[in-house]
């Protein structure tokens, strides 16, 4: 799966949104890693999805991206949603912005 793959929809305007990304490098990485979060500018909507994080981190793996002595997935599943927790919360109290879950499909 690469990246573009990833689509979720705002629920309010059902807009196609892709994911922005977060930089989670850490000191097992010489790669930058990139985690997912989809926010919708016009409703003021953000999004951390937990699946698509997942995916994201399993990819990684994939691409050689973090070392062998990379912490578990569950470590690292963990590292990274407080990273990206961190910029949507700041999101929220600067920018007004409201946590809620984007969806799946388009309906
Ligand atoms: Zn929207």
Not at 27 to 36: E, F, G, I, K, T
Not at 63 to 84: A, C, I
């Given at each position: ?64 991206l973090v070392s062998k002595n990379t912490p578990s997935h569950k470590q690292l599943y ?30």
């Amino acid at each position: 799966m690469s990246k573009d793959d990833y689509v979720l929809y705002c629920p309010k305007c059902n807009g196609e949104k892709r994911p922005d990304w977060v930089i989670g490098t850490r000191s097992y990485s010489a790669q930058r890693l990139d985690v997912p979060y989809f926010a919708c500018g016009g409703c003021r909507l953000i999004c951390i999805d937990r699946t698509v994080l997942r995916q994201a981190i399993s990819s990684w793996r994939r691409d050689g991206l973090v070392s062998k002595n990379t912490p578990s997935h569950k470590q690292l599943y963990k590292e990274m949603l407080d990273v990206v927790n961190k910029v949507v919360d700041m999101y929220c109290q600067t920018a007004g912005y409201k946590r809620c879950r984007f969806r799946k499909a388009n309906s």
